[in-house]
Each structure stands twice: as structure tokens, then as C-alpha cells.
């Protein structure tokens, strides 16, 4: 019913930058909140950062100051901005968005397929 679509993982160096973007398409309603997470190898999935429709922001303390997540919310889009890139932060960046359905107006968690993020130092 919806689809979360990734772009613009890839392969940087160190104190490089990376912009992701997440497209939702379906039936949508609305969109409540958008986000992205990560999970790197061996280790639990963990927040990165997340935006509400109100626009407030929350980040993970280890991203605080160099990443930035926005959202489009006329193309349904949420982006995340990633600036002085570490090691640390290598990853599958998976978006997610609670949607609400057009069909039954209640509202639906869904997650992308997630986009690989590697850091080489």
C-alpha cells in the first residue's frame, strides 16, 4: 500500500558528506513522522534522526551537529543530510515513516529497504 524508496547511499571517505533521500508513494493520507535509523554490522538498529509533521527534529547524540533531516512534504520526501562523515557511521541507513492510510485513516509504520552507507578512514 506504500512504498519508502532510498537514494544516495555509497561509499565516501572520512569527514566526507552524503545526501539520502526517502520517497513515499501509495496511498497516503498523511504522514506523521519520518525518519531514518541505522544498523551496522552485529550491532542493534538504532535512531538517527526523525522529523514530525510540526518540523521539530530529534537527533542521536552521535550525529548531533553534522547531520540534518528535512522533509518535502508536498513530494512526500524526507532527507538526511550527512556532513563530516566518520568511521562510526557506516551503516544501512533504513528510512521509515508512520503513514496514514488513505483507505482506512489510521496510521501504518513502514521502513525502506535500506541503503548502504560505508566510511573509509
Known amino acids: 500500500q506504500v512504498q519508502l524508496v532510498e537514494s544516495g547511499g555509497g561509499l565516501v571517505q572520512a569527514m566526507g558528506s552524503l545526501r539520502l533521500s526517502c520517497a513515499a508513494s501509495?496511498?497516503?493520507?498523511?504522514?506523521?513522522?519520518m525518519g531514518w535509523f541505522r544498523q551496522a554490522p552485529g550491532k542493534q538498529r538504532e535512531l538517527v534522526a526523525i522529523i514530525p509533521s510540526s518540523g521539530s527534529t530529534r537527533y542521536a547524540d552521535s550525529v548531533k551537529g553534522r547531520f540534518t533531516i528535512s522533509r518535502d512534504n508536498a513530494k512526500n520526501t524526507v532527507y538526511l543530510q550527512m556532513n563530516s562523515l566518520k568511521p562510526e557511521d557506516t551503516a544501512v541507513y533504513y528510512c521509515n515513516a508512520v503513514v496514514v492510510l488513505t483507505t482506512t485513516k489510521t496510521p501504518w509504520v513502514y521502513w525502506g529497504q535500506g541503503t548502504q552507507v560505508t566510511v573509509s578512514s
Open positions: 501509495g496511498s497516503i493520507f498523511s504522514i506523521k513522522v
